[in-house]
C-alpha cells in the first residue's frame, strides 16, 4: 500500500488478462520500480498492481548473469592466449620447414630433425626428409652416370686414336714390305700383329 505522497503520478494501461510483464517502469519518489497490472482469480474487474524496485532486478540480473559473464571474459582470455601460443608453435614449425626445403632447393640433403609431438606438422617434416633422401640419391645416381658416359667418351676417343695409329702403322708395314721385296718373316708376323688389333 502506497501512502499519498509516494502514490506514482501515473500507472502502466492495464494488460490483456493472459500477459504478465514487468514492461514499465514507475516512479515513486526518488525510487524507480518496474511495475506490472495482474487480475488476481483471473477475473477482469480488478487490478492488482506489483511493483518490483529496479534496483533490485539490477542486482538479481548482476548476481545471476555477472558469473557467467566473467566466466566467459576468462574464457576468451585465456582462449585468446592459448591461440596466440599455438600460432606461434607452429609458425616456428612452418618457418623451419621452409628452411629445409630452402635448404634443399640449395643442395643440401641432410635429414632435419623431426619434431617429438606426432601431428601433421612431423608427417609433413618426415615427407621432406624422405624426398631429401631421395634428391640425394638421384643426384648420387645422375653424378655416376655422368662419370660413366664421360669415361665411355674418352675411351671412345682413345680407342678411335689408337685405330688410327694401327692403321698407320699397318700401312707402313705394308708399304715397307712392298719396298723391300725380300719376304721377311718378321714383317709378316708385324702385319698379322697390326692386322689382330
Known sequence: ACTPQHEPQTL????????????????????????AGLYPGGRGDEILYVFYPESLWR??????????L???????????????????SFGRRIEELERRTRMI????????????????LRELAQSVNDMA????RFQETTRTTERLRLLGQVSGGLAHQLRNSVAGARLAVQVHARETREASESLDVALRRVTLR
Open 133 to 136: 633422401a631421395q634428391l640425394a
Open 59 to 68: 542486482d538479481a540480473a548482476w548476481q545471476s548473469l555477472g558469473p557467467a
Open 105 to 120: 632447393a640449395n643442395g643440401d640433403f641432410s635429414p632435419m630433425p623431426l619434431p617429438r609431438r606426432h601431428d601433421e
Open 12 to 35: 502502466p494501461a492495464p494488460p490483456a488478462p493472459e500477459e504478465t510483464h514487468f514492461n514499465t517502469t514507475v516512479r515513486i519518489g526518488k525510487t524507480s520500480y518496474l511495475c
Open 70 to 88: 566473467l566466466l566467459g571474459l576468462l574464457g576468451g582470455l585465456v582462449s585468446i592466449i592459448l591461440s596466440t601460443f599455438l600460432s606461434q
